[in-house]
């Protein structure tokens, strides 16, 4: 059989391929998300940064043109004051600043201008009440912004800080706050992000920003950011991941293996146990992997068999075996070469196509095949289709076996739906045959069955020659076991092919 009890050594320990596989996929999964949530976090603190560095870059940008248009409300007002000073009593109007004067300030925040000389005022202008807005009847600091022209003196008293009003809107949450440079702070007030100095002007403008701020600004792009995160992870792991697990995969191993010739066959002879001479061959499927060497059948083969790999898997087997059957024939022209076939085979009719390409397309070129139906499930042999492919078989010379004949799902009415020409005995009736001694077992009930429906005989596991002597009393003819052979390579069963001739 070419599934022979076997696990796949795998991280140490015995394991079904299978089993090793779901494993690795979940191990995969895991190791993928962690390291997904790893490159998130490393990316979020890297953005944090960026936004971090961009807003400040941001505020410096806003505040220099602040501290720009606040510079140029005290250039106009210094203007102002100088040509003022120059009128000198021109600049005033029956006690009043002449319109003119204050024209030059229309978007400068003051609320005082005084034209004075030795000490006595001209005229003076005080801003209306109703013009008074919350920046300059507050907190904030006025300025003084004197000029003297032959003993004239012009004064404006502005509010520097008010000019800053419109941008302080447009960075919500920022604290903007213009103040001479000799000015302390006040206490409590908060530590400055940023601090602009005006080079014409003894002013410095402060921006201060609570430490919320930024976060709450990172924070608002963060489901974006996650989102976009989320989207190349799936992306990653349904597209390049997934073709590297497919390549990782038990299938695509297989389909790896295929290609680079991984798989090769051993022969296990049938022998007719009262000469030794050798009957025919059973092709086992073995596994030499790139990566963990040899792989026993039961470590592959069971996955293989419910999978769509059946069918190539089958189809390398058959061109396989009939190339190393053509070299066993040159030395044994009687020869036969046992393949076994799981169930669900059996109603598909590619697996004729693939014998036919196989063997030759000749009347009778099957006549050296035997099939041996492994029944691991239940298989309706009764269906057209089944009857349809075992009848194409058939047409073409091929023989059929019921392979471990009592431990599967193999029944009496397999023996007369399928015209089986042989049912090959399981090693455990063998064994127990041994232990039984003369006693009533169940090799006897199955020879009496055989018999009667005229199906030859095979033994299975002969490993001692107390077996042996106990089948030949039986009736039983034809054996297979390590008492007579272990499986061998092609090159090592011609060898013993040609001892036999000798």
């Given at each position: 059989m070419w599934w022979a009890r076997a696990v796949w050594p795998f991280g140490g320990k015995l394991r079904p391929m299978t089993d090793t596989w779901d494993q690795f996929s979940r191990r995969l999964a895991l190791v993928y998300a962690l390291v997904a949530l790893v490159v998130l976090?490393?990316?979020?603190a890297f953005d944090f940064q960026r936004s971090w560095s961009r807003s400040v870059s941001n505020l410096r940008e806003q505040a220099g043109a602040a501290l720009s248009w606040a510079e140029r409300g005290m250039d106009a007002a210094s203007e102002a004051m100088s040509s003022a000073a120059t009128a000198g009593s021109r600049?005033?109007?029956a006690g009043a600043v002449e319109p003119r004067v204050l024209s030059h300030m229309l978007n400068v925040p003051l609320d005082r201008v005084t034209i004075a000389t030795g000490g006595r005022v001209l005229c003076e202008w005080t801003a209306p009440q109703s013009t008074l807005t919350a920046c300059s009847t507050g907190q904030q600091a006025a300025m003084a912004i004197s000029r003297t022209q032959d003993d004239v003196t012009a004064t404006a008293r502005i509010y520097p800080a008010c000019m800053l009003a419109p941008f302080a809107l447009s960075v919500d949450g920022v604290g903007l706050g213009l103040r001479e440079k000799r000015e302390r702070r006040a206490a409590g007030e908060p530590d400055a992000l940023l601090t602009l100095t005006s080079a014409r002007w003894p002013v410095q403008l402060d921006v201060s920003a609570p430490p919320y701020w930024l976060l709450r600004r990172w924070m608002a792009d963060l489901p974006l950011q996650i989102g976009f995160f989320a989207l190349v992870g799936l992306a990653i792991y349904f597209g390049p991941l997934a073709a590297l697990r497919r390549r990782l995969s038990i299938e695509g191993q297989v389909r790896t293996a295929l290609k680079r010739g991984e798989f090769f066959l051993t022969y296990l002879p049938t022998i007719e146990v009262n000469t030794g001479h050798w009957l025919g061959v059973e092709a086992l499927m073995r596994w030499r992997h790139s990566r963990h060497g040899l792989l026993q059948p039961a470590a592959f083969i069971p996955w293989i068999e419910?999978?769509?790999?059946i069918h190539d898997t089958t189809s390398w087997v058959l061109r396989q075996a009939a190339s190393d059957l053509a070299r066993m024939n040159e030395l044994h022209h009687e020869l036969y070469v046992g393949i076994n076939l799981p169930p669900n085979q059996l109603s598909d009719e590619r697996v004729v196509d693939a014998a036919l390409d196989a063997f030759g397309n000749d009347q009778l070129c099957l006549c050296r095949v035997m099939f041996e139906l492994t029944e691991r499930e239940?298989?309706?042999y009764a269906s057209p289709e089944v009857q349809r492919v075992v009848a194409r078989l058939r047409e073409r010379g091929a023989q059929f076996a019921l392979d471990d004949f009592g431990i599967g799902f193999s029944n009496l009415a397999s023996l007369a739906l399928l015209e089986i020409d042989f049912i090959k005995v399981d090693k455990s009736f063998i064994q127990e045959l041994e232990r039984r001694g003369t006693d009533p077992n169940i090799v006897d009930s199955i020879v009496h069955v055989?018999?009667?429906?005229?199906?030859?005989?095979?033994?299975?596991?002969?490993?001692?020659?107390r077996q042996?002597?106990?089948?030949?009393?039986?009736g039983i003819r034809m054996a297979q076991g390590f008492l007579?052979?272990?499986?061998?390579e092609v090159e090592a069963t011609l060898d013993q092919l040609r001892l036999q001739t000798q």
């Amino acid at each position: 059989m070419w599934w022979a009890r076997a696990v796949w050594p795998f991280g140490g320990k015995l394991r079904p391929m299978t089993d090793t596989w779901d494993q690795f996929s979940r191990r995969l999964a895991l190791v993928y998300a962690l390291v997904a949530l790893v490159v998130l976090v490393l990316y979020l603190a890297f953005d944090f940064q960026r936004s971090w560095s961009r807003s400040v870059s941001n505020l410096r940008e806003q505040a220099g043109a602040a501290l720009s248009w606040a510079e140029r409300g005290m250039d106009a007002a210094s203007e102002a004051m100088s040509s003022a000073a120059t009128a000198g009593s021109r600049a005033c109007v029956a006690g009043a600043v002449e319109p003119r004067v204050l024209s030059h300030m229309l978007n400068v925040p003051l609320d005082r201008v005084t034209i004075a000389t030795g000490g006595r005022v001209l005229c003076e202008w005080t801003a209306p009440q109703s013009t008074l807005t919350a920046c300059s009847t507050g907190q904030q600091a006025a300025m003084a912004i004197s000029r003297t022209q032959d003993d004239v003196t012009a004064t404006a008293r502005i509010y520097p800080a008010c000019m800053l009003a419109p941008f302080a809107l447009s960075v919500d949450g920022v604290g903007l706050g213009l103040r001479e440079k000799r000015e302390r702070r006040a206490a409590g007030e908060p530590d400055a992000l940023l601090t602009l100095t005006s080079a014409r002007w003894p002013v410095q403008l402060d921006v201060s920003a609570p430490p919320y701020w930024l976060l709450r600004r990172w924070m608002a792009d963060l489901p974006l950011q996650i989102g976009f995160f989320a989207l190349v992870g799936l992306a990653i792991y349904f597209g390049p991941l997934a073709a590297l697990r497919r390549r990782l995969s038990i299938e695509g191993q297989v389909r790896t293996a295929l290609k680079r010739g991984e798989f090769f066959l051993t022969y296990l002879p049938t022998i007719e146990v009262n000469t030794g001479h050798w009957l025919g061959v059973e092709a086992l499927m073995r596994w030499r992997h790139s990566r963990h060497g040899l792989l026993q059948p039961a470590a592959f083969i069971p996955w293989i068999e419910r999978s769509p790999l059946i069918h190539d898997t089958t189809s390398w087997v058959l061109r396989q075996a009939a190339s190393d059957l053509a070299r066993m024939n040159e030395l044994h022209h009687e020869l036969y070469v046992g393949i076994n076939l799981p169930p669900n085979q059996l109603s598909d009719e590619r697996v004729v196509d693939a014998a036919l390409d196989a063997f030759g397309n000749d009347q009778l070129c099957l006549c050296r095949v035997m099939f041996e139906l492994t029944e691991r499930e239940t298989t309706d042999y009764a269906s057209p289709e089944v009857q349809r492919v075992v009848a194409r078989l058939r047409e073409r010379g091929a023989q059929f076996a019921l392979d471990d004949f009592g431990i599967g799902f193999s029944n009496l009415a397999s023996l007369a739906l399928l015209e089986i020409d042989f049912i090959k005995v399981d090693k455990s009736f063998i064994q127990e045959l041994e232990r039984r001694g003369t006693d009533p077992n169940i090799v006897d009930s199955i020879v009496h069955v055989a018999r009667e429906f005229g199906v030859g005989i095979i033994a299975e596991g002969i490993e001692t020659e107390r077996q042996l002597d106990r089948i030949r009393r039986i009736g039983i003819r034809m054996a297979q076991g390590f008492l007579f052979f272990r499986p061998m390579e092609v090159e090592a069963t011609l060898d013993q092919l040609r001892l036999q001739t000798q």
